[in-house]
T-cell receptor, first 111, second 114 residues
Framework: DAKTTQPPSMDCAEGRAANLPCNHSTISGNEYVYWYRQIHSQGPQYIIHGLKNNETNEMASLIITEDRKSSTLILPHATLRDTAVYYC????????????FGKGTHLIIQP | DTEVTQTPKHLVMGMTNKKSLKCEQH?????MYWYKQKAKKPPELMFVYSYEKLSINESVPSRFSPECPNSSLLNLHLHALQPEDSALYLC?????????????FGDGTRLSIL
């Protein structure tokens, strides 16, 4: 079973920052938080991941709370192409364990 | 654009047919994965190959048979499938089976069983 909880859907206006929350209250010390997204009819796309510290790349920022029980993915300037299902995944065994996807958040960017 | 290439993109087959799905990556990744995704559901892990050896089989029926001929190629052989096996089959790869390695996915093969 997935170890994360996400809202089923969210709306965001184009050009605004999209903030997607994820709860992972049972996370262990060696587990990473990963974010992927899946645009309709495509495979999941890796966005970002982190262990303890906040992370930023060209796509997004990941904010992890100090107790690591929740995190937020931030898309700084959302565009219509960011409409997708966003998955927050906790992964401990490394790639060798595979990923356990939850239901994710369907983010809809409104023009 | 994805660096994991899956062929074919679409496949329609009868329940008595034998077919294969193919996945290739040329990123030097040493871990490769098969996932199954039913409509409006999240992907579910089927198999994991680590350094060309099968390391995880998530209780997948024997009518699905994975094969990893070399470090760049992953096949999924299909035989005597059922209509409920219709789904999107996704392949992924990662640098190695470590905890700090993201997986990169192909766009999948959409399989329909008649």
């Amino acid at each position: 079973d997935a170890k994360t909880t996400q809202p089923p859907s969210m709306d965001c206006a184009e050009g605004r920052a999209a903030n997607l929350p994820c709860n992972h209250s049972t996370i262990s010390g060696n587990e990473y938080v990963y974010w992927y997204r899946q645009i309709h009819s495509q495979g999941p796309q890796y966005i970002i991941h982190g262990l303890k510290n906040n992370e930023t790349n060209e796509m997004a920022s990941l904010i992890i709370t100090e107790d690591r029980k929740s995190s937020t993915l931030i898309l700084p300037h959302a565009t219509l192409r960011d409409t997708a299902v966003y998955y927050c995944i906790v992964n401990s065994g490394g790639g060798a364990d595979g990923l356990t996807f939850g239901k994710g958040t369907h983010l809809i960017i409104q023009p | 654009d994805t660096e994991v290439t899956q062929t074919p993109k679409h496949l329609v087959m009868g329940m008595t047919n034998k077919k294969s799905l193919k996945c290739e990556q040329h990123m030097g990744h040493r871990a490769m994965y098969w996932y199954k995704q039913k409509a409006k559901k999240p992907p579910e892990l089927m198999f994991v190959y680590s350094y060309e050896k099968l390391s995880i089989n998530e209780s997948v029926p024997s009518r699905f048979s994975p094969e990893c001929p070399n470090s760049s190629l992953l096949n999924l052989h299909l035989h005597a499938l059922q209509p409920e096996d219709s789904a999107l089959y996704l392949c992924a790869s990662s640098q190695d089976p470590g905890p700090n390695q993201p997986q990169h996915f192909g766009d999948g093969t959409r399989l329909s069983i008649l």
